[in-house]
């Protein structure tokens, strides 16, 4: 994956994976809000609502240098940006995205365990996902897909 062609927009809708995994019921619509680069995430600050910090303030860096520690599988060693995204339905919290592995975009889990997903910012995944179900004659899947819109 080409890390320069999917660097998201702020104000698009982006297919949304919770945990990577391609069902319908794991399937959200989201929206990027704005993008930062390393240096301001050493300045966007979370404090005691973060779920995996002793420290009473935390800037989103430092959460994802423990998130590269800990999810080694899935994060990058070196983000070039972090991606804020909204995604109703799924968290009434915005998400924090950063580089993974295969140079796509994953969350990051901040104020839950259960934040962490794909964020499909080449339409990719989502199309590869329709071209599944419609090779299968799963025509009921490919429908529920197409219909959902973000909220």
């Not at 994802?64 to 999810?71: L, N, Q, R």
């Not at 799924?90 to 889990?109: C, I, P, Q, V």
């Amino acid at each position: 994956m080409e890390k320069e062609n999917n660097i998201p927009k702020p104000g698009t809708e982006y297919h949304f994976f919770d945990d990577g995994k391609t069902s319908p019921s794991r399937h959200y619509i989201c929206r990027c809000e704005r993008l930062a680069t390393v240096e301001e995430a050493k300045n966007i600050m979370f404090g005691s609502d973060v779920i995996s910090s002793e420290k009473e303030t935390i800037s989103l860096y430092e959460l994802w240098e423990k998130a590269v520690s800990h999810y080694y599988w899935v994060f990058a060693e070196v983000t070039d940006l972090f991606v804020e995204i909204s995604c109703p339905g799924y968290d009434e919290n915005n998400l924090w995205a950063a580089r993974a592995k295969d140079g796509g975009w994953f969350t990051l889990d901040i104020q839950s365990f259960w934040q962490g997903g794909r964020v499909d910012v080449t339409g990719e995944i989502f199309e590869n996902v329709l071209k599944f179900f419609k090779e299968e004659g799963d025509e009921e899947t490919v429908n529920i897909y197409l219909q959902e819109k973000y909220d």
